[in-house]
């Protein structure tokens, strides 16, 4: 028989009628227990220290005043099965467990007011299928646990007032529950975070949440050290080239589909290798392999055999001291540049002409180039070369003479070892590594680059920005600490700080995407080359 009437008014009145009461004892059957006042129905029990037994299975209506225990765990209540109602308030209660009110089918009205309840484990009021009014109010509540309310058919009217609720996230849920429930709810305010203090609940809504975010979280370690990683295309499948200086190799990985993680299927061997540049030309896969011995050499791979054939020695005479390798297509026409940082040498820039690649153009010579970066601005084909001697300096292709012709420089950034671009809104910005003082996002504007951010730099030798789906990040390595990845704002136009990655002295980041998974390589120059998972978390779940 449910509690209607005068019952589903208020607890307080609920107490006064119990504590009404005359008798203490029901019948010779049972016993009221000392702290406890009975009537025929009815318990009140005042300062307890746990949840009294000798109770009667049969009463209806069992309130806890100024208890003195601090927790209630599973099957609290199995010696009380008839309970309708159930009351607490004022005790020193905080936590309440998983099955807490197990074995209560009758029980309509749980009131849980005015303790110090901070926690609640989300299968706490799990089998209450009958519960018709649930009342939380004045604990001290930051957040309710998803699902709380699940198979609570029969709940007409919820009170969480009086709880320093935290909005965030966390509390999304509740914001969506209540805008499907038929229940009443009185719900109070939000104490957090700082834009939303002082919020009424009722006044959230659904897209005042931003609950999706993403992390890189580490998914294979390669046993090697390594300077360079170049993800490309051949035969439908993504494939990457790592340059291992110390093994004296170029390794080619795969994705092998049954272990579920990357292997490799090929190397070439060198001698002090700097850089491994994959291109595929007229179906052909190339490998341009730059080394400081032996001189520096272009691969074909072998499609009868998967071997990789030496198919020639590239600028024997004017290659010295490569750092860096750049290739793209002009024209029509292929391209190879190659970034040379010893003193006596120049940046050559090499065209395919059908049976290998030839100098083209000598570019920048005598300033020490550590590297060499392609893109577009404003639809021309431009260079942009990174100097230890200058400031970065913008060559520009000109049509009629076929050539890269000096446009402009890169102000105030001397020392900048390298140069990296990426595209947002229509707009080409660049990412200029300084190892010591500040590194920089810079935008271009028409006819020369603009500070956009600064980034302090200690120890970076990559600044890498990289475009994963609809985010937008920039590693910036440390050669003594954590790298720091950040994640690009679009409410600022900032990036901000986003996750560190412990990635020992890093020298190249790359995005690979596989099978809908997308994946991050970062190659180490004294530890183990590491490759990190992009994820996707929802923190309101």
């Not at 051949?234 to 993680?261: K, M």
């Not at 920048?364 to 400031?391: C, K, M, N, Y």
């Amino acid at each position: 028989m449910g509690l209607g009437g005068p019952w589903a008014c208020a607890p307080l009145f609920v107490l006064l009628l119990v504590a009404a009461g005359g008798e203490r004892h029901r019948a010779s059957r049972w016993k009221c227990p000392i702290i406890c006042s009975c009537t025929q129905d009815n318990a009140l029990c005042d300062r307890t220290d746990g949840v009294p037994r000798g109770l009667p299975p049969d009463i209806t209506s069992l309130s806890l005043v100024r208890s003195r225990f601090t927790e209630l765990r599973e099957g609290s209540f199995l010696q009380t099965p008839s309970l309708q109602l159930l009351l607490f308030t004022s005790s020193t209660l905080g936590l309440i467990r998983d099955d807490a009110f197990v074995g209560l089918l009758h029980l309509e009205y749980l009131f849980i007011e005015n303790n110090k309840v901070g926690s609640i484990s989300k299968n706490a009021l799990r089998g209450l299928k009958g519960l018709v009014h649930l009342s939380l109010a004045h604990n001290q509540l930051e957040t309710l646990p998803r699902h709380l309310f699940r198979g609570l058919d029969a709940l007409t009217h919820v009170d969480l007032r009086g709880n320093p609720f935290h909005c965030d996230c966390r509390i999304k849920w509740l914001v969506e529950w209540l805008s499907s429930t038929n229940a009443s709810a009185e719900l109070g305010e939000c104490q957090g975070p700082g834009e939303l203090n002082g919020t009424r609940l009722s006044q959230l809504h659904l897209q005042d949440f931003d609950c999706i975010t993403t992390a890189l979280v580490l998914f294979q370690s390669l046993p090697f050290q390594a300077l360079s990683v170049e993800p490309f295309w051949y035969q439908g499948e993504q494939h990457v080239a790592i340059t291992q200086p110390f093994a004296g190799r170029c390794s080619l990985l795969e994705w092998d589909h049954l272990d579920g993680a990357f292997r490799a299927y090929a190397s070439i061997n060198g001698s002090s290798p700097v850089a491994c540049k994959p291109l595929v030309v007229e179906g052909r896969l190339l490998v341009v392999l730059a080394q400081l011995a032996g001189g520096s050499h272009v691969w074909r791979r072998e499609e009868a055999s998967g071997r990789f054939v030496r198919l020639q020695e590239l600028g024997p005479q004017r290659i010295r001291k490569p750092n860096a390798l750049a290739s793209f297509r002009v024209d029509g026409d292929w391209f190879l540049a190659v970034a040379d940082s010893s003193k006596a040498g120049a940046t050559t820039l090499f065209r395919w002409g059908g049976r290998g690649f030839y100098a083209h153009q000598a570019l920048h010579a005598w300033h020490r180039d550590t590297h060499v970066e392609f893109l577009e601005l404003a639809g021309r084909p431009s260079l942009i070369l990174a100097s230890s001697s200058q400031r970065p300096v913008v060559y520009q292709w000109s049509r009629p003479s076929r050539a890269f012709l000096r446009h402009t420089d890169i102000p105030d950034m001397d020392d900048v070892y390298a140069v990296k671009h990426f595209r947002l809104r229509g707009d080409v910005y660049v990412c200029l590594t300084r190892f010591i003082g500040d590194s920089k996002v810079m935008r271009w504007e028409g006819s020369m680059f603009r500070d956009v951010q600064h980034m302090p730099s200690r120890g970076s030798m990559v600044f890498q920005p990289l475009g994963i789906g609809s985010h937008r990040y920039a590693v910036l390595g440390n050669d003594y600490s954590f790298s720091q990845v950040y994640r690009y704002d679009t409410r600022s136009g900032l990036f901000v700080r986003f996750q560190e990655l412990n990635t020992q002295a890093p020298r190249s980041f790359a995005h690979l995407a596989v099978h809908q998974r997308d994946f991050i390589f970062a190659a180490s120059f004294k530890g183990d080359t590491q490759i990190y998972r992009h994820i996707t978390i929802d923190l309101s779940a």
